[in-house]
Every structure is written in structure tokens, then in C-alpha cells.
């Protein structure tokens, strides 16, 4: 059974830093790729950043420059590092992994078969 848990969600003023972790379980966590996604309160869930089983890297526009995702196939984790952060940056973040293994690196939900519960990111202006 496939199980994600993030951690790292908080408060934080604009212009900081949050960096957000997820710890995968249940299967070989390097032959596929992690994403992340966000949804804000009455809108629908978008698009963050994705790497893929070779470490390729993929973000939205609206993150570029200012994220980085990175993973850790030894701890099963992947990472979500948020500078200069946006009060539009806030919303709850999951972190999902591929339905089929050695993919590149997918920006739509419908790639993703397995998510975490989610942790509420807050930037305050």
C-alpha cells in the first residue's frame, strides 16, 4: 500500500522560506516521479513542480525560479524548497506520486495515482 505523508506546512511572512517534505512507503520509491500540487480555498488544485525517476525537473511558472523540488531515493523522500514566498503562494500542498513507473515528468493530476493528506501553507503580506 502506497502511503505519502508531507510535513513542514506553517505560517510564514512574504519574502521567507518554508521547505516541505514528503516520505513515501510501499513501493520502489525511485522508479517514479513525485509531484507537487497546491489548492487555494474556492479554487481548483494546480500544478507545482515534478521530478522525475531520473531527476529531471519540471515547475509551473507561477514557482519558477523561486522553488525547488528535489529527492532523496535512499530516505524515500521528496522535497519541496519555497523561497521568496508569495501571499499567493498560499494554499495546501500534496505531494503525489506516479500511477506507472519510469515516466517523465508529469503536470497533471490524472498521471498521479497516490497523494498525501495535504499541509497548509500560510504567507502573510
Known amino acids: 500500500q502506497v502511503q505519502l505523508v508531507e510535513s513542514g506546512g506553517g505560517w510564514v511572512q512574504a519574502g521567507g522560506s518554508l521547505r516541505l517534505s514528503c516520505a513515501a512507503s510501499?513501493?520502489?520509491?525511485?522508479?517514479?516521479?513525485m509531484g507537487w500540487f497546491r489548492q487555494a480555498p474556492g479554487k481548483e488544485r494546480e500544478f507545482v513542480a515534478a521530478i522525475s525517476w531520473t531527476g529531471s525537473t519540471y515547475y509551473a511558472d507561477s514557482v519558477k525560479g523561486r522553488f525547488t523540488i528535489s529527492r532523496d531515493n535512499a530516505k524515500t523522500t521528496v522535497t519541496l524548497q519555497m523561497n521568496s514566498l508569495k501571499p499567493e503562494d498560499t494554499a495546501s500542498y500534496y505531494c503525489a506520486t506516479s500511477t506507472y513507473a519510469r515516466t517523465g515528468v508529469p503536470a497533471v493530476a490524472g498521471s498521479y495515482g497516490y497523494w498525501g493528506q495535504g499541509t497548509q501553507v500560510t504567507v502573510s503580506s
Open positions: 510501499g513501493r520502489t520509491f525511485s522508479d517514479y516521479a
